[in-house]
């Protein structure tokens, strides 16, 4: 079976359904998903999205990501990052997104490593009203084809140049032939036994690119979030326990109750305190206390960690939550210039899955929403302006041969992170 778009988008998070809104209104566009459309990593983003508050605060912003990410930062991807982000956030409170205020004006927070409260946020389930607001609009354009549960396993190329994908659906395989593909398909969470993620996301894009000698950058970055709920012998996605929580005023501790780290240093920095004081105190797990802070507030603030924490049998207001460390997110990816092209033609890569060069080794908290505002309105800006210059209509699809490998998309990525982070192996990786 083959189907003809002009643009196929690879994901249903906010990279690829913010790419899809801001393509021409006249391109023919189809956006799949693997799984359900909301089961995405963006639904689960709890504490906001970073943005600069005004020209003032620009060149704080850019220092504050540029520090976090060890200075291995791209300074162009950077600085676009903050310029860019007031107009970003605007878009998405033009399309409705609903943001908490404080007597009538925009509420910020603070997380990890920013020197301001410079986080917008919508209570602490950003992610979701994020997803609602972009789906919600997605669904009102006619130009815009859902389908879920399809599952890109390949793209189609010719001369080095991707001209469509092959993807699954209800068990057939589709040829999918179109003038561009955005890859939007997030992180690899998936391929660690703790991880934070949504279980499906294997880092599938990462995969497709290794295959066909796209260019990929910083696959070592690999973020360690400190703060994980801990479960024993629990195979599932770990239960994030924000960094706003610590931004807030949680505490960790150690066995005795006793603090040992400095709660809102970069992530990596705060991570391996843990893993050491873990070490330490010969246990899986240390203590985040916020039982000092007010009950109303913290159901209001973090409603839903509490009710989750809850229902795992801690009481966030009485109880020390039990905490470990685990992975989160994935700075490197395939590597893409600043309006989010790779290296192959008329293949662009946004979100997480992409390596704009933004977060360096280790990202900013809350940046990550933000870049893929950013880059994929970026790629969708030049796609509009280059795809009447793309011709696919003489190409014969039926001369393709479908190149099906021995390994699977997620066995290439494992072998890939296993040959680079040796040191990942033991404490985290699924196998
Ligand atoms: C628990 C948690 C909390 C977070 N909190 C924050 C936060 O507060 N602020 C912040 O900035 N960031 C946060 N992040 C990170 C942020 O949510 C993600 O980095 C971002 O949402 C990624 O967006 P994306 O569009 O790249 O991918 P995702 O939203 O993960 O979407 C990926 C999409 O790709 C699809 N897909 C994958 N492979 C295939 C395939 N082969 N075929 C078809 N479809 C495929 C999936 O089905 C999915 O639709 C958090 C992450 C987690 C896990």
């Known amino acids: 079976m083959k189907l003809i778009y002009d643009v196929l988008i690879v994901g249903s998070g906010v990279s690829g359904l913010y790419c899809a809104l801001n393509l021409n209104p006249s391109l023919n566009i189809l956006v799949i998903s693997k799984e359900d459309i909301s089961n995405n990593n963006t639904y689960l983003a709890q504490g906001g999205i970073s943005t600069a508050k005004g020209k003032e605060d620009i060149s704080v912003f850019i220092e504050d990501t540029l520090r976090a990410g060890q200075y291995k930062n791209k300074l162009e991807s950077v600085e676009i990052l903050a310029n860019e982000s007031i107009d970003n956030i605007e878009s998405m409170v033009n399309y409705g997104l609903n943001l908490d205020k404080i007597n009538g004006e925009v509420a910020f927070t603070k997380e990890g490593a920013h020197s301001v409260n410079r986080i917008v946020y919508s209570k602490d389930t950003t992610g979701k009203a994020v997803f609602e607001t972009l789906i919600e609009e997605a669904n009102k354009r006619k130009n815009i084809t859902l389908y879920e549960y399809t599952c890109l396993t390949d793209i189609i190329t010719t001369n080095g140049k991707c001209i469509g994908g092959i993807v699954i659906k209800d068990q057939q395989e589709i040829i999918i032939c179109s003038k561009v593909v955005v890859l939007a398909t997030g992180g690899i969470?998936?391929?660690?036994?703790?991880?934070?993620?949504?279980?499906h996301l294997t880092g599938d894009g990462l995969a497709i690119a290794l295959k066909h000698n796209i260019k990929v950058k910083d696959i070592n970055y690999i973020q360690i979030h400190?703060?994980?709920?801990?479960?024993?012998?629990?195979?599932?996605r770990k239960l994030l326990i924000s960094e706003s929580v610590r931004g807030e005023g949680g505490k960790l501790l150690n066995k005795h109750g006793e603090r040992f780290v400095d709660e809102l240093l970069p992530r990596d920095?705060?991570?391996?305190?843990?893993?050491?004081?873990?070490?330490k105190d010969n246990r899986e797990y240390v203590y985040l206390d916020?039982?000092?802070?007010?009950?109303?507030?913290?159901?209001?603030?973090?409603?839903?960690?509490?009710?989750?924490?809850?229902?795992?049998?801690?009481?966030?207001?009485?109880?020390?939550?039990?905490v470990a460390p685990a992975q989160h997110y994935f700075m490197g990816g395939i590597e893409v210039d600043l309006?989010?092209?790779?290296?192959?033609?008329?293949?662009?890569?946004?979100?997480?899955?992409?390596?704009?060069?933004?977060?360096?080794?280790?990202?900013?908290?809350?940046n990550s929403l933000l870049e893929g505002l950013v880059f994929s309105k970026r790629a969708s800006?030049?796609?509009?302006?280059?795809?009447?210059?793309?011709?696919?209509?003489?190409?014969?699809?039926?001369e393709f041969k479908i190149d099906l490998l021995n390994l699977s998309n997620k066995d290439i990525v494992l072998n890939e992170i296993k040959s680079i982070r040796g040191d990942l192996k033991d404490e985290l990786l699924a196998n």
Request: glycine share 6%; charged share 25%; with cysteine.
């Open 269 to 279: 920095i705060v991570s391996k305190a843990i893993f050491k004081q873990m070490k």
């Open 226 to 236: 400190p703060t994980a709920f801990y479960e024993e012998n629990s195979e599932s």
């Open 339 to 366: 309006d989010s092209k790779t290296s192959m033609d008329n293949l662009y890569a946004v979100g997480e899955i992409s390596c704009t060069g933004v977060h360096g080794a280790n990202r900013l908290a809350s």
């Open 290 to 322: 916020v039982t000092h802070l007010e009950d109303k507030y913290l159901k209001n603030r973090f409603s839903f960690i509490y009710e989750q924490c809850l229902i795992r049998g801690t009481d966030i207001t009485k109880d020390y939550i039990k």
């Open 381 to 398: 800006n030049h796609i509009n302006e280059n795809i009447d210059n793309i011709d696919i209509s003489h190409i014969n699809y039926n």
């Open 189 to 199: 969470g998936g391929l660690f036994k703790n991880s934070t993620n949504q279980r």
